[in-house]
């Protein structure tokens, strides 16, 4: 167990759909990191949560979105799912605002679109 | 060109042999970090690195930050290496990733 709580482990749901994707950091870690793994791609950064503010956006989708809590968990919800929406969706923790300071993943989200 | 550049793509070798994964990067970084992929989909940080050289059991990983390249090195190589290798450098403040090194160990 690495302290990175993502739920659920998996998720099969339908085009036009949305769904949430959630993820507790390690215990202590501000910064929550959220990436997309499809198969023929390597890891996509989409978006960084820093103690409750924005940090950071990568390659993330208007129909994508993902806040995080005071309780220091993240969601990332995805709407009107198309079937390359299909993917592994990570997230990741970290004790500050960069991935300098160390960085632990989560076991992921697949999510499969049908 | 992608900014990380991982050989091989896969690497299949015998059990006990000596592996060396290589990525090459081309923009300035801070530092580096090795993830390990297993099969099941989980990734695990196995180093982060950013001068010299560092060592954890069998994985060694070193960087030469001038040269804008990392090895991870595995010595006396197990069935349970076999995973996808993942280098991504820290630079700008993001993190970039290579498209993984497949390695595949036999028994």
């Known amino acids: 167990d690495s302290g990175v709580t993502q739920t659920p482990k998996h998720l099969i749901t339908a085009t036009g759909q949305r769904v949430t994707l959630r993820c507790s950091p390690r215990?202590?870690?501000?910064?929550v990191y959220w990436y997309q793994q499809s198969l023929d791609q390597g890891l996509q950064f989409l978006i960084q949560?820093?103690?409750?503010?924005?940090?950071a956006k990568g390659n993330i989708l208007e129909r994508f979105s993902a806040q995080q809590f005071p309780d220091l968990h993240s969601e990332l919800n995805l709407s009107s799912l198309e079937l390359g929406d299909s993917a592994l969706y990570f997230c990741?923790?970290?004790?500050?605002?960069?991935?300098?300071?160390?960085?632990?993943f989560g076991s992921g989200t697949r999510l499969t679109v049908v | 060109k992608n900014e990380v550049e991982q050989s091989p793509q896969n690497l299949t070798a015998q059990e006990g042999e000596f592996i060396t994964i290589n990525c090459s990067y081309s923009?300035?970084?801070?530092?580096l970090h090795w993830l390990q992929q297993h099969p099941g989909g989980g990734i695990v940080s196995l180093f982060m690195?950013?001068?010299g050289k560092k060592k954890h059991g069998r994985l060694i990983a070193t960087i030469n930050i001038q040269e804008k390249h990392s090895s991870l090195h595995i010595t006396a190589s197990h069935p349970r290496d076999s995973a996808v290798y993942i280098c991504?450098?820290?630079?700008?403040?993001?993190?970039?990733f290579g498209t993984g090194t497949r390695l595949t160990i036999i028994p």
């Open positions: 990741a923790s970290s004790p500050g605002d960069s991935a300098l300071g160390g960085y632990t």
């Open positions: 215990s202590g870690d501000l910064s």
């Open positions: 949560y820093y103690n409750g503010e924005e940090r």
């Open positions: 923009v300035g970084i801070s530092a």
């Open positions: 690195l950013s001068s």
């Open positions: 991504a450098p820290f630079g700008n403040e993001k993190l970039t």
